[in-house]
């Protein structure tokens, strides 16, 4: 239906019948003591006259720009792609704006990009923080803008966080490569970095899966080295005699250097060494052989740090920020055989 002026509540809430600041609460999703019959005459009325919320208005009325900054270090990771996507939906949800920025792992990048969005006036951000901007971290909370952190610790910073249980990952696969009778067990993992925290939680969590099973003296294999020559490394390693019948890769993009690894060596998977990896890939269910993974609650962590900045962002705040951890998942395939 087209009209010659513009709408406004009023007219909304004078075709519904109802008050002003009803049709407001409406808007603005307050439905806790509004009856399913009102929000209908509410929803026929502005379809009735086409009515379009003004957002600027909006805005300026309540000191929001109902937009947030999420700042990613690594977009490449399945992992970090996966939580954006939940905490856009939850978002889009509540009518607020996501705008997305990736550092790879730069720091410098990283604080471009928090002073650019603060520039914009978002309402709050999401960061996987890059690490070495402890500062900056700082004055986000000094001026009290809502923070939440995935996926890494940034010690001393009272900043609510959300991530897996890294140690319970890797200790998930040293448990089902020990059943199925390995004893000796490698981990390939890139070089540990200070707010690298899944890196150096999963290494402790393997050296005490090991320890703990016996096998930290004879049995355990740890090759940490870039992505780049992870390959080679992990060839010049499985020359020599005394070597892992079992590998597990850290992450998704060192699942695929053990594969480079595998194809260049001409090793075949479950049959000359057994594979598990962290971070569940789109393929790896159809990988021949399939390969065993354990995946991340990217969905979960996702929501629960969207939930963690919309309390902060309508004026709530965990009375004690803390690091919120979620349980892993096994799935369970072919990649691993008895030795």
């Given at each position: 239906m087209k009209h010659d002026k513009n709408i406004t509540i009023a007219d909304v809430a004078k075709h519904a019948g109802i008050s002003k600041s009803t049709v407001s609460q409406y808007l603005n999703k307050r439905f806790e003591y509004m009856g399913e019959e009102t929000k209908q005459r509410i929803r026929e009325s502005i379809a009735a006259l086409g009515y379009s919320p003004n957002v600027l208005a909006r805005s300026l009325k309540q000191k929001k720009t109902f937009t947030i900054g999420m700042i990613v270090a690594n977009i490449l990771h399945g992992f970090s792609t996966q939580v954006i996507r939940t905490v856009e939906d939850a978002c889009n949800e509540q009518?607020?704006?996501?705008?997305?920025?990736?550092?790879?792992?730069?720091?410098?990048?990283?604080?471009?990009?928090?002073?650019?969005?603060?520039?914009?006036?978002?309402?709050?951000?999401?960061?996987?923080p890059a690490g070495?901007?402890?500062?900056?971290?700082?004055?986000?909370?000094?001026?009290?803008?809502?923070?939440?952190?995935?996926?890494?610790?940034?010690?001393?910073?009272?900043?609510?966080?959300?991530l897996t249980d890294n140690e319970q990952a890797a200790d998930m696969a040293v448990d089902h490569f020990v059943r199925c009778g390995h004893g000796k067990i490698g981990l390939a993992v890139p070089p540990l970095k200070r707010v690298m925290t899944p890196r150096s939680e999963r290494l402790s969590g393997f050296q005490k899966a090991m320890k703990n099973r016996g096998l930290e003296d004879s049995g355990m294999f740890i090759f940490e080295q870039p992505l780049a020559g992870m390959a080679d490394y992990l060839a010049a390693a499985f020359q020599k005699e005394d070597k892992p019948t079992a590998l597990l890769a850290s992450n998704d993009l060192t699942f695929i250097?053990?594969?480079?690894?595998?194809?260049?060596?001409?090793?075949?998977?479950?049959?000359?060494?057994?594979?598990?990896?962290?971070?569940?890939?789109?393929?790896?269910?159809?990988?021949?052989?399939?390969?065993?993974?354990?995946?991340?609650?990217?969905?979960?962590?996702?929501?629960?740090?969207a939930e963690l900045l919309f309390e902060q962002m309508n004026g709530g705040?965990?009375?004690?920020?803390?690091?919120?951890?979620?349980?892993?998942?096994?799935?369970?395939?072919?990649?691993v055989k008895a030795p």
């Open positions: 009518d607020i704006h996501v705008i997305v920025c990736n550092t790879d792992e730069d720091p410098k990048k990283e604080q471009k990009y928090v002073q650019m969005l603060e520039a914009k006036q978002v309402d709050g951000f999401i960061i996987f070495d901007n402890e500062e900056l971290y700082r004055e986000l909370l000094d001026k009290d803008i809502p923070l939440v952190f995935v996926d890494r610790i940034v010690p001393d910073l009272p900043v609510s966080t959300v250097e053990v594969l480079q690894f595998c194809r260049q060596e001409g090793i075949e998977i479950g049959r000359d060494v057994s594979i598990i990896s962290i971070d569940d890939m789109p393929l790896a269910g159809v990988y021949n052989p399939a390969i065993t993974s354990i995946e991340q609650p990217a969905s979960v962590i996702g929501e629960k740090a705040r965990e009375q004690t920020p803390a690091v919120h951890r979620f349980s892993p998942v096994f799935l369970e395939r072919d990649s």
